[in-house]
């Protein structure tokens, strides 16, 4: 191993040292129900999402496999927070970056990709932009990240600190310490093999619960239909328009469709009720979480539901909390509010 691959390891081990963990935030509900739930925030690390995880795996795994040398020329094809982490840990490593993205991306994520020193290379269609990531890593002698593919081999399932080991220490001193369920969404689908790696190995009787969007080929996928096909999600980190390699059905115990307008009511309510802001991907666990409490509820069920805070709220003021931008897209929000606020007042869902 080089001393070029040594130091570059060092760095990202002491980036993650840095970070120490992110909180686990206590969602409230009736005290009576005896179920909690709670919010891992992954906003809070440095580059302010839970693909901060995803990227920091993503290099380590290029470095160990001697995909990554001094001078590797980085690739992706991400035009959201995947990029953003991706361009963070590239320029930490004195390493150039570019991810492929679709001509809408908002400007707001090129200039979040660009501040960390990342190049944007534009498409016009949101299919072209792995098979353009390719192209662009193989001319440049580079190494294409890839993370469809590489997601849920990249991240360490045993423990290693990992977001599920996270999770189970937190809730170590909690009145109920293992989880009924833990609700995520998939984009890659690392995060749920992640989860559903490491709860079987730990021998939880946790169940893992995906929340797919709305379009999404996600959920046909896990219902048999590997050959699925969808539409690009309108919530943006989650659901995908065809089955990526990463995506494993059968770490999932349950799929949840959620329809894109009661994501982002939940995202709202998620506000006014604990002050947190988040993205709309957030909004999509959030909805899926409180389905399965009053499944719970109805049952005469006790235990604890944990869900993510994927990414902070601050990164979609121009749309997903703007009014108008919302009206836009044709969705109305106050039915899914509504239908959330009596749950939380009475637990009928």
């Not at 060092?10 to 969602?27: G, I, K």
């Not at 599920?164 to 969404?185: C, D, K, M, T, Y």
């Not at 190995?201 to 709305?214: F, L, M, S």
Request: with cysteine; aromatic share 10%.
């Amino acid at each position: 191993m080089s001393a070029w691959v040594s130091s570059a390891i060092r760095m990202l081990e002491a980036d993650a040292n840095r970070s120490a963990d992110t909180h686990l935030h206590v969602f409230p509900l009736p005290a009576q129900w005896n179920i909690d739930l709670y919010l891992k925030d992954e906003s809070v690390h440095p580059t302010g999402s839970l693909k901060h995880r995803l990227a920091r795996s993503l290099i380590l795994y290029g470095l160990v496999n001697g995909l990554i040398r001094e001078g590797t020329t980085l690739v992706e094809s991400s035009s959201g927070s995947t990029a953003v982490s991706e361009a963070y840990f590239a320029r930490m490593l004195g390493l150039q970056f570019i991810t492929v993205v679709p001509h809408s991306t908002s400007q707001e994520k090129i200039d979040l990709i660009e501040f960390y020193g990342g190049r944007c290379h534009f498409v016009d269609r949101a299919e072209d932009i792995s098979p353009e990531a390719r192209r662009l890593a193989s001319g440049c002698d580079g190494h294409y990240l890839d993370q469809f593919t590489y997601a849920e081999r990249a991240t360490d399932w045993r423990g290693n600190n990992n977001i599920a080991e996270s999770v189970f220490s937190q809730l170590a001193l909690e009145r109920h310490p293992v989880p009924q369920w833990i609700v995520v969404g998939a984009g890659t689908g690392g995060t749920s093999a992640t989860f559903g790696r490491y709860v079987r190995y730990c021998r939880h009787e946790t169940k893992i619960a995906v929340v797919d969007p709305e379009g999404s080929a996600f959920y046909d996928a896990w219902k048999g239909n590997t050959a699925a096909s969808g539409v690009p999600s309108r919530i943006e980190g989650i659901g995908r328009p065809r089955m990526e390699p990463s995506f494993v059905p059968g770490v999932i115990d349950e799929m949840i469709q959620v329809p894109d307008a009661a994501s982002i009511a939940a995202i709202r309510l998620l506000r006014d009720h604990t002050l947190h802001w988040a993205g709309g991907s957030t909004g999509t666990n959030l909805y899926g979480a409180f389905s399965l409490i009053a499944r719970m509820l109805a049952a005469g069920e006790t235990g604890s539901v944990v869900t993510l805070i994927c990414d902070s709220g601050t990164r979609y003021t121009d749309t997903y909390y703007n009014d108008d931008w919302v009206a836009n897209q044709g969705w109305s929000l106050d039915d899914h509010r509504n239908r959330m606020e009596t749950f939380l007042s009475t637990g009928t869902w």
